[in-house]
């Protein structure tokens, strides 16, 4: 199975950037979709992004789609997520996944399809 470990958060002014990195280990990495979730307090933990190892589909959230991008380098085994026009709504813990499920259609896996999670990594957007 794959593990997952996300770094990269941090604290960023409202209209700056982050790039989260999730670097993976394990076997049978180009069978796995990996996603971004994250929960900001009070909330469900949400799907924000996802890509497929196997076809290479990638899916965003309607609140995030033109501002963040999802890519991958897979000599390294690594999926980012490059945050740009943050807001302090975006504010959050963001956790990379791990799913053995392709998407369906542009539709990232259900949450519960995903058994591997990082510890995730605080992104806090704020003056």
């Known amino acids: 199975q794959v593990q997952v470990v996300e770094s990269g958060g941090g604290l960023v002014q409202p209209g700056g950037s982050l790039k989260l990195s999730c670097a993976a280990s394990g076997v049978a990495w180009e069978t796995y979709t990996i996603a971004w979730f994250r929960q900001a307090p009070g909330k469900e933990r949400e799907v924000i992004s996802c890509?497929?190892?196997?076809?290479?589909?990638?899916s965003y959230a309607d609140s995030v789609k033109g501002r963040f991008t999802i890519s991958r380098d897979s000599a390294k085994r690594t999926v980012y997520l490059q945050m740009n026009s943050l807001k302090p709504e975006d504010t959050a813990v963001y956790y990379c996944?791990?799913?053995?499920?392709?998407?369906?259609?542009?539709?990232?896996?259900?949450?519960?399809?995903?058994?591997?999670w990082g510890q995730g990594t605080q992104v806090t957007v704020s003056s």
């Open positions: 996944a791990a799913a053995q499920r392709p998407l369906s259609g542009l539709s990232c896996p259900h949450r519960a399809d995903f058994r591997s």
């Open positions: 890509l497929s190892n196997s076809d290479g589909r990638l």
